[in-house]
């Protein structure tokens, strides 16, 4: 069988570019060994982790991390048949060869109002995200004020509903006005354009938050975080998802020291990775779908059309260019 992938073609250097990453062919044997199975790429996700994991997960020649919504084409393992909906940690290929090991979440009872590709967003890593975050996490209440950094992304977007859902206050920012706008649509009591704010970040946080933050869903990390910090309330709460404002950086980021608001404030701050929440993935999938039925979740997503387009639409999406999950659509 004939496929195709992308591989690391070199290190980037700072903020990735298309010379970074090339197209190579693979030849995929088709006959399988028991609990194996072929699959088709139905759409890739492109997300931050994987620049932040560059040089650790992956390394020029091999193939780029991430996961893929496919179909199931050929099988020998009796749970994972042909015309199965999964999502796959198989990096950027078109298709291939897989096993039990590989298969992140069976996706075939999706709502019919939610395209296939919402598998790798609302029901795929970012949503479950979004979801550990904010329910195992931070714990959010109803009557608290929650900001999301990123507001308008993959897991912001997400976070947002959730929180509305809980009768939460939930403040924001984001990187350009058709952002802030998307955010208000979505269901946002007030966000700002933090690219308009940055010799006055206090007054804008203060602005959207009078009351002071309850919770804050960390997504860029750097200075912008430390700032928010000062505006928590006593016993307030901090996810913290990631830190893509330093994720193309060659030197080291820094930051204003936190410790003091820590200290004074008696904040809780805990980092998390989903894979540490495998045992809740059921729990949050049902949840959204719930949501979703019910008409309180909607998917949003910035589709890339092409395979060999997912380099642009991963490089795309680190400029802060998708409103919404980035995917591409093969």
């Known amino acids: 069988m004939k496929c195709k992938k ?40 492109v997300d931050p982790y994987i620049r932040a994991y560059a040089g650790a997960a992956y390394k020029p020649g091999d193939t780029v991390i991430g996961t893929a919504l496919v179909r199931v084409t050929k099988s020998k393992n009796e749970q994972f048949q ?31 109002s939610v395209p296939e590709s919402a598998g790798l967003g609302l029901y795929g890593i970012a949503g479950l995200t979004a979801w550990v975050g904010w329910i195992l996490v931070c714990k959010i209440k109803e009557g608290e004020t929650i900001f999301i950094s990123g507001a308008a992304g993959a897991v912001g977007n997400v976070a947002a509903q959730i929180g509305k859902i809980k009768g939460c206050t939930v403040v924001g920012s984001c990187g350009t006005d058709e952002k802030v706008k998307f955010c208000k649509n979505i269901g946002y009591d007030a966000v700002f354009n933090y690219k308009k704010e940055s010799e006055s970040l ?18 860029v990390g750097g200075s ?22 330093a994720y193309n950086e060659t030197t080291p980021v820094l930051a204003p020291i936190v410790q003091f608001p820590i ?6 701050l805990k980092g998390f990775l989903l894979r540490s929440y495998v045992s809740n993935y059921k729990e949050a999938y049902e949840d959204l779908k719930k949501w979703t039925i019910e008409g309180k979740m909607k998917c949003h997503e910035k589709v890339t059309k092409g395979f060999e387009n997912v380099p642009d639409a991963f490089i795309d999406m680190l400029r802060g260019g998708n409103v919404g999950k980035a995917v591409v659509r093969l």
Request: proline share 3%; glycine share 10%; with cysteine.
């Open 6 to 45: 992308i591989i690391l073609k070199q290190m980037y250097n700072g903020f990735p570019k298309k010379s970074d990453f090339e197209i190579v062919d693979e030849d995929v044997a088709e006959d399988l060994q028991n609990g194996e199975f072929l699959y088709e790429s139905l759409a890739i996700s």
């Open 202 to 219: 206090d007054a804008a946080i203060k602005r959207v938050a009078p009351k002071g933050i309850d919770c804050y869903f960390d997504n």
């Open 82 to 112: 042909k015309g199965k909906l999964l999502v796959l940690h198989c990096g950027w290929r078109n298709g291939g060869k897989a096993k039990e090991s590989d298969v992140l979440f069976v996706r075939d009872d999706m709502p019919a």
């Open 224 to 245: 912008f975080s430390s700032t928010i910090l000062r505006h928590m309330n006593a016993g307030g709460r901090v996810g913290v998802c990631g830190s893509i404002s």
């Open 263 to 268: 200290v004074t404030s008696e904040l809780m």
